[in-house]
């Protein structure tokens, strides 16, 4: 196995589903600021060539997780998939700011055996077991993605921000539903656990369907994972990075994904 594995390197082309790594991926709320005692919020969820338009094809939702401000697991309603988008709609039942997340994490790999390539997708637990003891040319790796936004209703909370301990995670130092035009918004990125240092953050501003210009910003992060934006308009905006790790050792390679969709008011 430790022969095996030392022959293993990164590839891009195993880290992430063809459909993430050609269009981008979002998922989309209606609202992301609301009042009273309880309300309803819809979601879009989708894979497309620009920012929240569905032209493409719909997000695959089995990794759905909705985090309540008190740290309870809440369930969607309505839930649909079409050709070009997936909706849902979540009962907002408590105070506080709601965490939506479409998390996947699992393992690709790719060997030769008796001259035929063999390919498999599982979960990193299982590879071991996988991987048969005639294996060659061993090429794997660790990949995870996640999507998520965020709605709060009433008072906005930080309950729902946590850090998972794999693959990117965005720790928010000014709060994602408390966002205006003009005003810096400072966020932090952790890769794995560790501070996600010198990654790239792309920023895009919905709505290009009706403008020549994309709009697009792209940010690093500093020593500490964290990066700073300052919004130049009102929308809704996209945020994404990935984070490439080569092998070492015995240690597989990894590539790590984040989306973030937040709305930016006036």
Same mark, same amino acid.
């Given at each position: ?8 390197? @990164? ?8 459909? %993430? ?6 998922? %989309? ?16 969820? #989708?894979?497309?060539? #620009? ?25 969607? $309603? ?36 008796? #001259? $035929? ?7 990193? %637990? ?21 999507? $998520? ?35 810096? @918004? ?38 500490? #994972? ?41």
């Amino acid at each position: 196995m430790k022969k095996s594995l030392a022959l293993i390197a @990164a590839i891009a082309a195993l880290a992430l589903p063809m459909s %993430a790594q050609a269009h981008r991926a979002w998922l %989309a709320p209606t609202s992301t600021v609301l009042s009273g005692t309880d309300a309803w919020v819809g979601f879009d969820a #989708g894979m497309s060539n #620009g920012v929240f338009i569905p032209d493409h094809a719909a997000m695959n939702l089995a990794g759905l997780v909705i985090t309540a401000p008190d740290g309870s697991t809440a369930a969607p $309603e309505n839930m649909m998939r079409g050709r070009y988008r997936s909706t849902f709609d979540l009962h907002l039942t408590q105070a506080g700011t709601w965490k939506v997340a479409n998390v996947s994490s699992g393992l690709t790999a790719t060997w030769t055996e008796n #001259g $035929e390539q063999k390919r498999w997708r599982g979960q990193a %637990a299982d590879f071991p077991a996988a991987l048969p003891a005639g294996a060659a040319d061993v090429v794997a790796v660790r990949v995870s993605s996640r999507i $998520e936004t965020f709605v709060t209703l009433g008072a906005p909370t930080d309950t729902v921000f946590t850090n998972s301990g794999e693959g990117l995670t965005l720790i928010p130092v000014t709060h994602p539903n408390d966002l205006a035009a003009g005003e810096a @918004a400072t966020f932090r990125l952790s890769n794995d656990g560790l501070p996600a240092a010198g990654v790239s953050v792309t920023i895009a501003r919905g709505g290009t369907r009706y403008r020549d210009n994309p709009e697009e910003m792209t940010v690093t992060t500093g020593a500490d #994972g964290s990066f700073t934006v300052t919004w130049p308009e009102p929308g809704m905006y996209w945020l994404n990075a990935t984070v490439r790790t080569p092998a070492q050792g015995d240690t597989v390679a990894a590539n790590a994904q984040y989306v973030a969709v937040m709305e930016v008011l006036s």
